[in-house]
């Protein structure tokens, strides 16, 4: 008998940690090859593992809601016949809520001497029941877990300052929250002993970081016992959960890409000051071209030719022409992106919604395009993007036009600083100019609404750049070929 190492695989250059959301093979149950053993999140996308080899689940190494990180072993699979090289003893981590005290052995296998540090001093207090799922504000699975090894409560780490992106709470930030409450009791010392105040400036200025592990110790001398911990910080009940008045209101909870949602979306406006261009542009020749060419362009290619490609290309070729729209900001920093990759939001059969991301958009001509449209498209619909098709976004187009919507005020998909709305296609009345003169006549014509962080994109380039797309609608070619 041989055993295997079934680890978390590679999911994109960007994803570095899931969270397992659900085990679909029990200890003792047989597994074949390339069947899926477990499912996992990340921020933005459900996936499953399958294992790579034929043979028997005897051990797994996480429990539903863990966070896992890339290149961790998180199962082990006995094979039968054949020879399977076992990894490294050391790279088989335990869960990381493992109390060190007790298991040294259990501390996950980390990079760095910091981190290793970071899980010895949140493991030394018996875990709390709060549950952190019923905040507005979006914390990481690892935030959770520390929060809740600390007996952090959820009114504490709401009102805890992030400094990582779109004022997110890091694993630093907690960290230092915790050291600070854990020093808080020197403030209330017998008199004999008084503790130094500190000032306004040491109160507001981040705690700084310990590099080395051999700060441990110390945050453990002056952990409290849990009942000593819950009366020098009192902690606020949990939400409770909502009742229908009358007795026939239904109570839906939020599942978890919608929290997830939710909270992207809150954070979106808090960090962002939104303003908006609209314009309207004629697209009687896209449409006409498209109606001429659909049928062919199906026949040959075996895909649909939508509206969606035509309008992505066209948008790529505009951010060429105003580079500081494909941007994104950093604190006090302006990122200017080298590629442009663009998002394409797409709404999902359960009514979530999900940006997968077209690379390198600006090099596809509109055959490449219309497969990349349709094959995000398809696969969103079906389940089945991989992590690493949502991550890399520069600038994202929505269509709300698809149910009905003549315009909209869509809301930036952060750290992007624009995102355009394509509203729906109408026949109208127009003025139409001639070298005979003007005269009334039937045009098909759709709003853009674009939406731009005003911190960094100012009206002129916001408008300039909606006004280029319209102006690169307007004089479509109808003789181009796909």
């Given at each position: 008998m041989a055993r295997f190492e079934l680890k978390l695989p590679k999911m994109g250059e960007s994803v570095a940690e899931a969270t397992i959301t659900n085990w679909l093979k029990e200890v003792g149950d047989h597994i074949d090859v390339d069947e899926a053993v477990l499912e996992i999140a990340t921020d933005k996308v459900d996936s499953e593992v399958p294992s790579e080899v034929s043979g028997t689940?005897?051990?797994?190494?996480?429990?539903?809601?863990?966070?896992?990180?890339?290149?961790?072993?998180?199962?082990?699979?006995?094979v039968e016949g054949g020879v399977v090289v076992d990894a490294p003893?050391?790279?088989?981590?335990?869960?990381?809520?493992?109390?060190?005290?007790?298991?040294?052995?259990?501390?996950?296998?980390?990079?760095?001497?910091?981190?290793?540090?970071?899980?010895?001093?949140?493991?030394s207090v018996p875990p709390t029941k709060e549950d952190y799922h019923n905040s507005d504000k979006f914390f990481s699975p690892?935030?959770?877990?520390?929060?809740?090894?600390?007996?952090?409560?959820?009114?504490?780490?709401?009102?805890?300052?992030g400094t990582g992106n779109d004022g997110r709470v890091t694993k630093n930030d907690i960290?230092?929250?915790?050291?600070?409450?854990?020093?808080?009791?020197?403030?209330?010392?017998p008199a004999s002993q008084p503790a130094p105040q500190e000032s306004p400036a040491q109160l507001t200025e981040p705690a700084p970081q310990v590099s080395t592990v051999t700060e441990a110790p110390k945050v453990q001398e002056v952990q409290k016992p849990a009942a000593q911990q819950s009366a020098a910080t009192p902690q606020p009940a949990s939400k409770a959960a909502p009742v229908s008045v009358n007795g026939q209101d239904e109570i839906i909870e939020m599942d978890r890409m919608r929290k997830l949602i939710s909270g992207y979306m809150i954070q979106s406006l808090q960090t962002s000051a939104h303003v908006q261009s609209f314009i309207e542009v004629d697209v009687t020749?896209?449409?006409?071209?498209?109606?001429?060419?659909?049928?062919?362009?199906?026949?040959?290619?075996?895909?649909?030719?939508?509206?969606?490609?035509?309008?992505?290309?066209?948008?790529?070729?505009?951010?060429?022409?105003?580079?500081?729209?494909?941007?994104?900001?950093?604190?006090?920093?302006?990122?200017?992106?080298?590629?442009?990759?663009?998002g394409m939001a797409a709404a999902l059969p359960n009514g979530n919604l999900i940006v997968p991301v077209i690379k390198n958009a600006d090099q596809l001509n509109l055959l490449g395009m219309a497969k990349a449209v349709n094959d995000l498209g398809n696969r969103a619909k079906a389940g089945k993007l991989k992590p690493d098709d949502t991550q890399g976004g520069t600038y994202t187009v929505t269509n709300v036009g698809t149910f009905g919507s003549v315009f909209g005020t869509p809301i930036i998909n952060q750290p992007q600083v624009g995102?355009?709305?394509?509203?729906?296609?109408?026949?109208?009345?127009?003025?139409?100019?001639?070298?005979?003169?003007?005269?009334?006549?039937?045009?098909?014509?759709?709003f853009l609404s674009h939406s731009y962080d005003h911190r960094v994109v100012d009206g002129a380039l916001g408008g300039s750049f909606v006004k280029r797309v319209a102006e690169y609608m307007e004089a479509f070619d109808e003789n181009r070929s796909f």
């Open positions: 689940l005897v051990e797994r190494l996480f429990e539903k809601d863990d966070l896992v990180k890339v290149g961790q072993t998180i199962a082990i699979i006995e003893a050391e790279t088989t981590p335990e869960p990381p809520a493992a109390p060190v005290a007790e298991q040294p052995q259990a501390m996950p296998t980390i990079g760095t001497m910091e981190t290793a540090r970071d899980f010895t001093a949140v493991s690892l935030v959770k877990n520390i929060a809740r090894e600390e007996n952090v409560s959820m009114a504490e780490l709401e009102s805890i300052p960290l230092d929250y915790v050291a600070k409450r854990k020093d808080a009791p020197s403030v209330s010392a020749s896209i449409w006409d071209w498209r109606e001429k060419n659909k049928n062919a362009f199906e026949k040959r290619e075996g895909e649909k030719l939508t509206f969606t490609p035509i309008f992505m290309e066209i948008v790529a070729k505009a951010l060429k022409d105003f580079p500081m729209m494909n941007i994104s900001v950093e604190g006090e920093h302006i990122i200017k992106k080298k590629n442009i990759n663009l995102i355009l709305a394509l509203g729906a296609i109408r026949k109208v009345p127009a003025v139409i100019e001639t070298p005979e003169g003007d005269f009334i006549g039937i045009r098909k014509k759709m």
